[in-house]
């Protein structure tokens, strides 16, 4: 049960106004499902539960109605459902505490897929927190920011510029009338990452204009311009290939840097980041070959939705790439054929023809969690099915160790392994390159979690002023943070750090720096605590053959390697170094996903001495286990309350050790030679589905330390 169920006595008029929708003429329906998706790929599996007593709201005017605004809970086979007639509408699910509302579907589409219909394409529906305030009222404004994308700028169609993004903003208005729903038409084009974060006062296109403005809802199209200076074609050399990848992990740690800016400055905010299409990796019409873009598109493009879905305060995808024609690795011509517009002077073939713009219109109305039904629905339809998937948070996992390196000064750095220590802070002081800390010795033990995402986070303010000298944290899945000697860059290697806090540099990538003199960094003083996440990903596989890409999850053994850094980033060729520290309250990893059960110890464990001085150790073993494993501790110890059974333990441990069957039981010899020293006590424990016994319980019946459980 994820939340508690609306009383009797509000859910009696909600009751009599559903039935009265039911009875109307007009009458039509939004329904779901709402679910726990183990896989995170936006589809419900056999085996998913479904999430009982969970809210979704829905807010709206129907066409010959007053305003809608009902809230449902979803049942006991996780259904909710809603009639309430021809209209404009906005439908918003409940995020609870412990639980993010998943990724959208984004797996790759073929127009051979039933319900594949122009211009909407299959369901990828988000949500935003737009009814979190209240229903939109008052001025109500749309930031509509990047490039050219949002701009809608081509020499073929669409003299109109920011067409769908105004288009989804009229739609806005339908569903709440009483909005005066406005949109800054801040996108530029041909612009980069790197202008999302310089102060540029000459038009809105900056976090700085935005923050200021303080927009209801920002829409963000940006990163292809990054690759236009460093375009390696159709043949890419390894040395164009390592430029445009610097360009994208720059972009990567810009739009980062851009979006927890925003997320954390403009409370009120709700924001979408576009999904990338590229003409150049669209080859079916043109012959082209484009090798680069169609390796590098998707990759962009997981990035983009991973970025989005792991900020501190989630944002939302709009699935334009899913939807556009593109070329998959193994040469098919995906999504909507012949979208892009090549004009006949070829002077534009990058953006949408008038329909891929309606295309685009679709996907960030959805993307809203807006629904229209009946005569206000482009393709008619008088009813809508969404589903929502949830991850749930299982663990939160903190560091054991830090390490100050290259000069950096950490005074008090266990503060930043406990979250939960009042605020006590690391203070870090940092100037010149190669300073740095790290953070790292992540617990890897728990292995009854089935590891789906990882947020890595980080809670910090800094003390001092930051002119020139700024920082940059982020995290490594192997604690490595630069491309070591030798490295050429390849969509299966590329991704070697996750950005978390500091843009792409203030002078980077230096193979192509855009900004040498600009510090890249929005909020480099921060006087209250700053809370700031990011998705951890690792690198996809792409085996022989195949048309996608794999995308495995992080693994308890990545954990074991995992490390965060705050690292100093200093401006190139300024003298001196800044008098500030950044204060780091904590680091932390989320893990997302769920738990399989942990079998119990071995029982009825007896000791009997053999001739020659061995043991036989008899139990009765765990239905189901595939193997059983000895731990062996000192007496006095656990007398003191301290078990020492796992590392550093005075004999063994002895995983998968060998045993007979003796009866209803089994029996373990240990041999004189594997014997601890003094009184010892014993522990079997078992692996049934590769998940391990407890590794020891208290006399309250609480679980000791898991990391004496090493036989994982």
């Known amino acids: 049960m994820l939340c508690a169920m609306p009383t009797a006595a509000r ?7 559903l039935m009265a929708w039911a009875g109307s003429a007009q009458a039509r329906q939004v329904t779901g499902q709402a679910y726990e998706d183990r896989d995170a790929d936006g589809i419900r599996d056999p085996g998913e539960p479904l999430l009982e007593g969970l809210e979704v709201r829905l807010f709206g005017k129907p066409s010959a109605s007053p305003l809608v605004d009902a809230v449902v809970p979803t049942g006991g086979d996780g259904a909710f ?12 699910p409940a995020e609870p505490a412990g639980w993010r509302l998943g990724p959208a579907r984004w797996e790759g589409v073929a127009s051979s897929t039933p319900g594949y219909t122009h211009p909407v394409g299959r369901p990828r529906a988000s949500a935003l927190d737009l009814l979190a305030a209240g229903p939109p009222s008052g001025t109500f404004l749309i930031a509509a920011m990047g490039d050219s994308i949002a701009r809608n700028a081509n020499l073929c169609t669409f003299p109109e510029s920011f067409w769908y993004t105004t288009q989804s903003a009229s739609r806005l208005g339908c569903a709440a009338p009483s909005a005066a729903v406005a949109v800054d038409r801040a996108a530029v084009l041909g612009q980069h990452t790197d202008d999302l974060l310089v102060d540029d006062h000459d038009d809105l296109n900056n976090v700085f204009r935005a923050i200021e403005r303080q927009p209801s809802l920002v829409t963000l199209s940006m990163i292809g311009n990054d690759l236009l200076a460093v375009d390696p074609g159709s043949s890419p050399t390894p040395a164009q290939i390592t430029r445009a990848w610097a360009e994208i992990v720059d972009a990567r740690r810009n739009l980062q840097e851009a979006l927890s800016a925003m997320t954390s400055e403009i409370p009120g905010a709700a924001i979408v980041l576009n999904t990338l299409y590229d003409n150049e990796a669209y080859n079916c019409a043109t012959g082209s070959p484009g090798a680069f873009h169609r390796a590098w598109l998707p990759i962009v493009n997981r990035m983009l939705r991973e970025m989005a879905w792991g900020l501190a305060r989630r944002a939302s995808i709009a699935e334009a790439g899913a939807e556009l024609a593109h070329e998959n690795q193994a040469g098919a011509c995906l999504g909507f054929t012949g979208q892009i517009c090549r004009d006949l002077f070829g002077l534009d073939n990058i953006h949408p023809t008038q329909q891929g713009y ?8 959805e993307s809203f969690g807006g629904v229209l039904l009946g005569s ?8 809508r099915s969404v589903d929502y998937g949830y991850l749930r948070r299982v663990r939160r996992l ?4 830090h390490e100050a390196r290259g000069g950096a000064l950490v005074a008090g750095g266990a503060a930043a392994h406990d979250d939960q220590d009042g605020g006590a802070s690391a203070s870090i002081q940092l100037g010149g390159a190669g300073q740095e800390a790290v953070f790292s010795s992540f617990p890897d033990w728990y292995d009854e979690i089935q590891i789906v995402k990882v947020i890595a986070g980080v809670r910090y303010a800094t003390s001092g002023v930051v002119n020139d000298d700024a920082y940059r944290m982020e995290a490594s899945l192997t604690g490595q943070f630069g491309p070591p000697p030798g490295f050429v860059p390849s969509p299966t290697t590329w991704d070697i750090a996750t950005p978390i806090v500091g843009g792409g540099g203030p002078d980077s990538p230096p193979e192509n720096p855009d900004y040498p003199s600009a510090r890249l960094l929005v909020l480099p003083d921060v006087d209250a605590p700053r809370e700031v996440t990011a998705t951890l990903t690792k690198n996809p596989l792409l085996p022989a053959g195949a048309a996608d890409y794999q995308w495995p999850a992080v693994t308890h053994e990545d954990l074991a390697t995992t490390a965060i850094r705050v690292a100093s980033a200093p401006l190139a060729g300024t003298p001196g170094n800044d008098a500030y520290a950044v204060e780091l309250d904590a680091v932390w990893l989320d893990l997302y996903g769920w738990e399989k059960p942990r079998p119990p110890e071995a029982s009825m464990l007896e000791v009997a001495a053999l001739p020659g001085g061995a043991l036989a150790l008899s139990f009765q073993p765990v239905p189901g286990a595939q193997r059983h494993n000895l731990y062996t501790g000192s007496l006095s110890s656990l007398s003191a309350g301290i078990y020492d059974h796992g590392p550093g333990a005075p004999a063994g441990p002895f995983c998968a050790v060998a045993s007979e069957d003796a009866g209803t039981h089994r029996v373990i010899t240990l041999e004189s030679g594997n014997l601890p020293p003094g009184d010892a006590y014993f522990l079997v424990t078992a692996h049934v589905d590769d998940v391990e016994s407890p590794a020891g319980l208290r006399s309250s019946g609480e679980e000791i330390d898991r990391s004496r459980s090493v036989c994982r």
């Open 358 to 365: 309606t295309v685009l219109r679709e996907k960030l109305w």
């Open 81 to 92: 459902a809603f009639s309430p007639g021809a209209g404009c509408y906005l439908l918003a």
């Open 11 to 17: 859910l009696a008029p909600l009751v009599l106004l």
């Open 398 to 401: 903190l560091p054991r160790s």
């Open 376 to 383: 206000q629905d482009p393709l008619g339809r008088t009813s």
